[in-house]
């Protein structure tokens, strides 16, 4: 009902034999697809298997290589015997740091003309979840891994010198902060 608008019917419902008529029972969004995002996604969709995702993997194996070399960095883990995943974000994290600490990494990182995130910022930490009355000290996990972990960047046009940039600029801007 949220993407309707808040309406209790959807578009096919409400062409159907005499069921026109609908009512919006809460506040909601528009959030239709436009055709022309559909057709963008279409033609994504036939090329992710065989390029995207290799693309991608492609990536993610050189991240592996550079920081599996270095025992301060806990490298996510996205293949196993029984899944993968699909490469679109890689949070690496750096073991028995603060959030401080990670935060000025981030700091020299970007000082580097790199461009770095975090995923994803646990939802108890967000105002509007405060205000429900969830509390950050009750999920210590969640804040840990938080706390240590860094997005590198992959995206499709990422070139191996700029994948270099970036593992680079992360192990300068470790040693830098961590000594």
Same mark, same amino acid.
């Given at each position: @009902? ?14 159907? &034999?005499?069921?026109?008529? *609908? %009512? ?8 239709? @697809?436009?055709? @022309? ?6 033609? =994504? ?5 065989? %390029? ?8 993610? !194996? ?7 070399? %270095?025992? $301060? /960095? ?6 196993? !015997?029984? &899944?993968?995943?699909? *490469?679109?974000?890689? #949070? ?9 600490? $990670? !935060?000025?990494?981030?700091? =020299?990182?970007? %000082? ?9 910022? #646990? ?20 804040? !840990?891994?938080?706390? $240590? ?5 992959? /995206? ?24």
């Amino acid at each position: @009902m949220y993407t309707l608008h808040g309406q209790n019917k959807d578009a096919l419902a409400k062409t159907q &034999k005499g069921n026109w008529k *609908y %009512d919006i029972v809460e506040a909601g969004y528009k959030c239709n @697809m436009t055709d @022309m995002s559909a057709a963008i996604g279409l033609v =994504e969709l036939e090329r992710y298997d065989n %390029d995207t995702q290799l693309k991608r993997k492609l990536i993610f !194996d050189t991240y592996q290589a550079a920081f599996l070399k %270095d025992n $301060r /960095f806990q490298v996510p883990v996205y293949h196993t !015997d029984s &899944k993968t995943g699909c *490469y679109h974000l890689y #949070p690496l994290r750096i073991k028995g740091i603060t959030e401080q600490q $990670r !935060d000025a990494i981030m700091k =020299e990182i970007f %000082d580097c003309d790199v461009s770095v995130n975090v995923h994803f910022i #646990p939802v108890p930490a967000m105002t509007f979840y405060k205000n429900l009355g969830y509390d950050l000290k009750n999920y210590p996990v969640t804040y !840990d891994n938080f706390s $240590r972990e860094i997005s590198l960047p992959v /995206f499709y046009n990422l070139t191996d010198e700029q994948t270099q940039t970036v593992i680079n600029a992360v192990i300068s801007s470790v040693n830098k902060v961590l000594g």
